[in-house]
Each structure stands twice: as structure tokens, then as C-alpha cells.
């Protein structure tokens, strides 16, 4: 009985010691010579967003650590996971710096910085440094069937309108869900009090009889849209209209009262980082005219390089305004988020899911 | 002692293995649940997360909910087995082996795509509307089922079905045909022998497989996700979202840490009254 107690300690012992470690600071990172680490979401590693890259070093492939979340890339990034570069999204930009994950970057090296909109690329700069380079950015809005309703939405307050009971689909996210909440309440949702905060949950809490069902990928709300299953897709990006316009679909991209949600995302440089030269050499190649519209192209995002514009599908420049970013002023542009309100904005959507 | 020697040496191996890829996380799970936030350090120890779970009554809620469903699903499950179990062992001879193989065919795909599938049958577009459409049951397709409550509860039971077979399959099997004809020699009808000799010999099959499809579902987030809709989310959602979009591990391991003891606690408490171990098994 006595060694099962001490083998017992022993193990709690060892999970103390392991859990430490997690938490803690990022212990020594693997050495890697000549190669390239990319934590990048899946889907990016075409060769065609990098070309330049290849074509200096043809010897090197970039190895490839996909994430489908953020919160999973800063996961493994704080967990002592090693990488070169990361591609993370503007709300999630500042615990990279705020943890001590990414350096300070030296815009000299990258030759096709001064092609990007100095509209997105003030956003890399956190604590006076410029600590991201933007590369794609997009909105995030309203697309509509309009052949299902009677009304077209004017504004992310009219998602409340009981005309589309059943009819909606939303993003499910916290952060995004906060953010629709707070507009259509005409609240700030920087800076919200608690009082705000349960205003913000109730009015969440309300929304629910005109949901379906929420979408956690584009693929999901695409097909939600084009099956006719919601006719309503809230929180939806670019690639949501674009697709279904292709497709022939009767669908509309609005552009509400409150003004559109926009953000971006962007590469930085790990601290531990063993091939700085290499990933500077890399992110040049990304924001390179060519390589960046390719992306855009596929994606149907906006590029960060104000070249790539031209090369890019007109119609579509035309329609959300591409070659303009002072079209980002009429938008809610997603700001770096600190923990604790990210924390907070998914608890209230926990919450607001887990109310039967 | 040259016994207990070649015991432990026997057992070292799993129990090493046990320790450290199930209690170890287990430990670090419930450590974890302690932590005043994901990333910073261990110590001090902070209660700031059960503060959270006990000041939000839905949390709860959900999780009994869940239970009901869960539950739901493990009866059904139990319930539609059954007499495809007993079918296969008393009415298909030598044949039961290829016929029990069939049955779990369809679990031999992948979970997901098994899930996919019930949303092919059941959207607007569906097969089920479809049919409805062309009988003249309704004028135009809307998603009746999908995205509810319901949806979820026929996914699941379809899904683990299978799994709720096999124990059953293998109590049954167990059972001495000589039993069978005993009670026929004494007078019984075949309503009698069922109720009083099948039936309570399969009872610690049931009873595995009760547990076989509740505590897997319990945790259960995909299903949801993919047919749920509003309705239909479970408290596994819950716990994946914190891990995955809030970057809140303390929150998910304590939600994870309360579903843990509640299936603990039902699992004792169903123990003492179905003891699976005491229920007599003919030899």
C-alpha cells in the first residue's frame, strides 16, 4: 500500500515538473542550419506565394507546420515549438510581442516593403516596432441570398430582424461575435464596462431564435449558402461572395450602416529564430508584386502590395475596393486583443451557446 | 516470491505506460484546472476558474443536458442492438461470425464521413425531404431535422450502434443453450425463458454497453458541430472552444475535470446497483 502512495507522489511529482515546463518560458529551441521553419495556416505553402524565395534557394523547401486556429499557432508557438516565421492575424498580433515570441523587425531588409499599403502596415508596429508585415487582408460582413428574402439586411442590427428566424448562420467566434454584438448596439467593443458586457450577452442571447446553425469554416458557410439551408451568412469573408457569385448564385456582400469588420494578417520573425536571413529573404518573396497577387487571386483577399492590385481580378477590385484602402476607415478594423479580453469575448459566447 | 517476482515484471510494462500516458495527463489535467492562466506560471495555486463554472448556472445546465442526450443515446442504442444481437446469436448458426463482420462494416469508415453523411440525408436538399417532397408530405424543402437536438440523437445512435452490438453479442453467446432447454423441459414458454433466463444473463452486457456509448458521447463535440445547429451543442463544444479558440486551458481542464467526476460518480453509483462482475455468468 506504502509504494503505491510514493509511486503515486512520484508521478505527481513528475507532472508538476512537466506542467512547469509548459508553462514556462520556451526552453532551448532544436538548432537548425539552412532551413527554413514556417508555422502557417494550411493552404499557404504554394510555391507560386513565394517564388522569389525558390528561385534564390533552390536548394531549401521551407518546412511546413499548418495550424487551422490561431490560438493553436500561439499555443505552439508559447509552447516552445520551434519556427522561423509565423503568419498570425492583427487581433492576435500583440501577445506574440507581448510574450516575447517575435523580434523587432529591420524593414531595410525587405526590399518590397515600401510597395505595401502604409495603411496595413502600421498595424505590424507594436510598442513603436515594426514587429509584423501584413501580407492579406479582408472584411468581414454580411453575404446574403437575395433571392431568400424578402429584405435585404442594411446593417449587423437588422440580423436581429425576426424576418430571418432560422434563416442565419454566424460565425462561431467569440471574438466576432462580440464585435457584431457591440455595433449593432453602437457600443465601442474596445472598451466596453460589465454592464456593457451583459448588455452585450443578452443581445447575443436574443439573436439565437434567427440562428440555424454557426459556421466555423469557409467551406461550411459556403455550402450553408449554397444548398439554401441559411440564407443569411454572417461574419463572412470575401471568399464567401466571391465563390457564390462565380457560381451563379443570387447573392449579395453588404455593406452595413455600422460599417464592415476588416482585418489583416502577417508575418513575423520568432526571437529564437536560427536563419534570420532566410526568413527575411522569404517574407520579401511573399510580399513580392507577384507572389502576393497570386495569393490574393486564390483566396480573394486583398494584397497588402499596392503593385499587386493591378494583376489582380478587376471586378473584384471594384467591388471591395482593393486599390483604396482608405476604405479601411469606414470599417471596424480588428485591433491586437490582450488575453484577458479574448478570454472574456469567449466566455460571453460560451455562455450565450450553452443558454438552451 | 519467484511468483510475485515474475508478476511485477509482467505488469511493470502496462502500469509504466498506464502512469504515464494516462494518470500523468490526468494529473496535469487536473493541475492544470488550478491555473491562474494558460502560459504563466503554476504556483500560485488559483481557484479563479471553479469560481467562473459555479458563477454561470448555463455552464451546468449544458452538462446535464448533455447527460440526457448521452443517456438517450445509450438506451437507443442499446435498444435497436439488442435484437439484431440476439437474431445473430440464436438464429444464424454458423453464419453469425460473417453476419456480425457486416454489421460493423460501416464502422470501418471514418467517423467523420458517417456523420457527413446524415447531413446528406437530412438537409434541405436531402434525401428525406426529397421523398417527403415527392410523396406530397410538404411543398418545399427546409431543414426539419437538421440542425437540432434530434439530428444529434439519430446521428449518435446510428454511429454507435455497432458498438453497442458487440457487448451484447458477446453476453449472449456466453449463454449455455443447455439453460434454454432446461427451461423448456420445465414448462416454460418462450416469453418466459427470455424474461427470466436471456434477459438477466445479458444484463452485464447491457451494462458494458450502456457505458461503451454514454461516455464516449458524453464528451462528444464533433457530431454536434457538424448537425447540432443552435440547438444542439453539448458540453464538449464548450471544452473545445477553450482550447481551441479562447487559449483558455485552465477553463477547458476544468470543464473537462467536472465532466470526469460526474461520469465517475455515475459510474460508481451504477455499479452498486447493476454489479457487473457479481451478475452469475453460466460456465
Redesign the interface.
Known amino acids: 500500500m506504502k509504494k503505491t502512495r510514493i509511486l503515486f507522489a512520484l508521478m505527481v511529482g513528475a507532472a508538476l515538473l512537466l506542467s512547469a515546463c509548459a508553462g514556462g518560458p520556451a526552453g532551448p529551441a532544436e538548432q537548425k542550419n539552412d532551413s527554413l521553419t514556417v508555422l502557417e495556416w494550411s493552404g499557404y505553402e504554394s510555391e507560386t506565394y513565394w517564388g522569389p524565395f525558390a528561385e534564390k534557394y533552390p536548394d531549401i523547401q521551407p518546412d511546413y507546420a499548418f495550424f487551422s486556429e490561431d490560438a493553436e499557432a500561439l499555443a505552439k508557438a508559447q509552447s516552445g515549438f520551434y519556427f522561423d516565421v509565423v503568419h498570425p492575424c492583427g487581433s492576435w498580433w500583440g501577445l506574440y510581442v507581448e510574450a516575447g515570441l517575435v523580434q523587432p523587425l529591420d524593414i531595410s531588409r525587405l526590399s518590397n516593403f515600401d510597395k505595401l499599403f502604409p495603411e496595413l502596415t502600421q498595424h505590424g508596429v507594436i510598442n513603436g516596432q515594426q514587429y509584423f508585415i501584413p501580407w492579406d487582408w479582408a472584411f468581414e460582413s454580411i453575404t446574403v441570398r437575395t433571392d431568400l428574402v424578402d429584405e435585404v439586411p442594411t446593417s449587423w442590427a437588422d440580423l436581429w430582424d425576426p424576418q430571418y428566424a432560422g434563416q442565419i448562420s454566424i460565425f462561431d467566434s467569440g471574438e466576432s461575435t462580440f464585435y457584431t454584438a457591440a455595433l449593432a448596439l453602437g457600443l465601442d467593443p474596445y472598451n466596453t464596462t460589465p454592464e456593457q458586457d451583459e448588455q452585450i450577452k443578452q443581445k447575443l442571447i436574443e439573436l439565437k431564435p434567427n440562428l440555424l446553425t454557426y459556421w466555423s469554416d469557409y467551406t461550411e458557410i459556403i455550402q450553408l449558402l449554397s444548398t439554401g439551408d441559411v440564407a443569411v451568412g454572417a461574419n463572412t469573408w470575401n471568399d464567401a461572395w466571391s465563390t457564390l457569385a462565380e457560381e451563379g448564385y443570387e447573392i449579395e456582400y453588404i455593406d452595413p450602416l455600422e460599417g464592415r469588420i476588416s482585418y489583416a494578417c502577417g508575418f513575423g520573425i520568432s526571437a529564437n529564430s536560427e536563419n534570420v536571413d532566410l526568413a527575411y529573404d522569404y517574407i520579401n518573396a511573399l510580399i513580392d508584386t507577384e507572389s502576393n497577387a497570386n495569393m490574393a487571386n486564390d483566396f480573394y483577399y486583398g494584397a497588402a502590395n499596392r503593385d499587386s492590385v493591378a494583376l489582380l481580378d478587376p471586378a473584384l477590385v471594384a467591388k471591395f475596393g482593393y486599390d483604396d484602402l482608405s476604405i479601411l476607415d469606414q470599417t471596424n478594423f480588428q485591433h491586437p486583443l490582450t488575453q484577458e479580453q479574448r478570454e472574456k469575448m469567449t466566455r460571453i459566447w460560451n455562455e450565450v451557446k450553452s443558454e438552451q | 516470491m519467484e511468483n510475485k517476482r515474475r508478476l511485477i515484471v509482467l505488469i511493470a510494462p502496462p502500469a509504466i505506460v498506464l ?1 504515464i500516458f494516462f ?2 495527463p490526468l ?2 489535467m487536473l ?2 484546472s488550478f ?1 491562474d ?6 504556483l500560485p495555486l488559483s481557484v479563479k476558474h471553479y469560481m ?1 463554472f459555479l458563477q ?1 448556472p ?2 451546468f ?2 452538462l446535464l ?1 448533455s447527460s440526457k442526450l448521452s443517456f438517450l443515446t445509450a438506451a437507443l442504442s442499446i435498444l435497436m442492438a439488442f435484437p439484431v444481437a440476439y437474431f445473430l446469436v440464436f438464429y444464424t448458426g454458423a453464419r453469425r461470425i460473417i453476419l456480425l463482420t457486416l454489421l460493423i462494416l460501416p464502422a470501418w469508415t471514418s467517423f467523420l464521413l458517417r456523420v457527413l453523411a446524415w447531413k446528406v440525408i437530412l ?3 436531402g434525401l428525406l425531404n426529397q421523398l417527403l417532397i415527392s410523396v406530397g408530405l410538404i411543398s418545399e ?1 427546409a ?1 426539419i431535422l ?2 437540432s437536438q434530434s439530428a444529434v440523437l439519430i446521428t449518435l445512435v446510428y454511429v454507435w450502434i455497432p458498438f453497442a452490438a458487440l457487448p451484447l453479442f458477446a453476453a449472449m453467446e456466453r449463454i449455455d443453450p443447455r439453460l434454454h432447454e432446461a427451461a423448456q423441459d420445465l414448462g416454460a414458454s418462450p416469453a418466459q425463458t427470455f424474461w427470466r433466463v436471456t434477459l438477466p444473463l445479458t444484463l452485464p452486457g447491457m451494462a458494458s454497453a450502456f457505458f461503451f456509448v454514454f461516455i464516449p458521447t458524453l464528451g462528444e463535440w464533433v457530431t454536434p ?1 457538424l448537425v ?4 444542439g ?1 453539448m ?1 464538449g ?2 471544452i473545445q ?8 486551458w485552465p ?1 477547458g481542464a476544468l470543464l473537462s475535470v467536472v465532466l470526469l467526476v460526474l461520469v465517475a460518480a455515475f459510474s460508481y453509483v451504477f455499479n452498486r446497483f447493476i454489479p457487473i462482475t457479481e451478475v452469475p455468468v453460466s460456465t
Request: proline letters at 4%; a positive charge; hydrophobic letters at 45%.
Open positions: 502512469a494518470l500523468a494529473v496535469i493541475l492544470y491555473k492562466s494558460t502560459f504563466g506560471p503554476m467562473i454561470t448555463s455552464f445546465r449544458l443536458d438537409g434541405s436538399n424543402g431543414p437538421l440542425y458541430t447540432g445547429g443552435v440547438s451543442i458540453y463544444n464548450l472552444d477553450q482550447f481551441a479558440r479562447a487559449l483558455n477553463l
